[in-house]
């Protein structure tokens, strides 16, 4: 069975990075996308931007780029998203998620972050 | 960017049946947008109900449709039960890129 599972809880002071992690199983990595989603809290779910593992292509939504990079690593089946120069703004649990309209939607359980000083 | 629009709250009585809409500011939703629907309970991940406008996962109750209704994807839940209440999203993709809506927050009562 497909399963996404994220790395874990991070705290980050304002103006550093964090690079979460995302370890697929049960399917070829390689042949389907990666998105990322972050939820503020209390907030709804926003889409943040995807990564083909096999070709290294991206695309972000304007919010995020020039913060945001998204890269994995095949060998591991490991998605990663890192996010730099984090504000209070950014405090957030992010998800990955397999979003496919063909074959079906896949999540990982989220991971927070927060940004404290 | 497009904005998805979702209806805000919504009630519905045990065993009753709702209705979710799903709209673009770009337009009429169409099954192109291949919209999909998440149900998501407080501290936990979502969870994928409907794929491609009606298609569902092993895991969707059979209580749960998708479909397209006056321009809008929409979802049914037809005969609620109180573990259906939960916020609820969709989702639209547009040429490379996604947008979720708002939210709709159904309440069973």
């Known amino acids: 069975q497909v399963q996404l599972v994220q790395s874990g809880a991070e705290v980050k002071k304002p103006g550093a990075s964090v690079k979460v992690s995302c370890q697929a199983s049960?399917?070829?990595?390689?042949?389907?996308?990666i998105s990322w989603v972050r939820q503020a809290p209390g907030q709804g779910l926003e889409w943040m931007g995807w990564m083909n593992p096999n070709s290294g292509n991206t695309g972000y939504t304007q919010k995020f780029q020039g913060t945001v990079t998204m890269t994995s690593d095949t060998a591991k089946s490991t998605a990663y998203m890192e996010l730099s120069s984090l504000r209070s703004e950014d405090t957030a649990v992010y998800y990955c998620a397999r979003l496919d309209n063909w074959n079906g939607h896949y999540w990982g359980q989220g991971t927070l972050v927060t940004v404290s000083s | 960017q497009a904005v998805v629009t979702q209806e805000p709250s919504l009630t519905v009585s045990p065993g009753g049946t709702v209705t979710l809409t799903c709209g673009s500011t770009?337009?009429?939703?169409?099954?192109?947008?291949?919209p999909s629907w998440f149900q998501q309970k407080p501290g936990q991940a979502p969870r994928t109900l409907i794929y491609?406008?009606?298609n569902k996962h092993s895991w969707t109750p059979a209580r749960f449709s998708g479909s397209l209704l006056g321009g809008k994807a929409a979802l049914t839940l037809s005969g609620a039960q109180p573990d259906d209440e939960a916020e609820y999203y969709c989702l639209l993709s547009y040429s490379g890129t996604r947008v979720f809506g708002t939210g709709t927050k159904v309440t069973v009562l």
């Open positions: 049960g399917y070829t990595f390689a042949s389907y996308d």
């Open positions: 491609g406008t009606s």
């Open positions: 770009t337009g009429a939703v169409t099954g192109g947008h291949y």
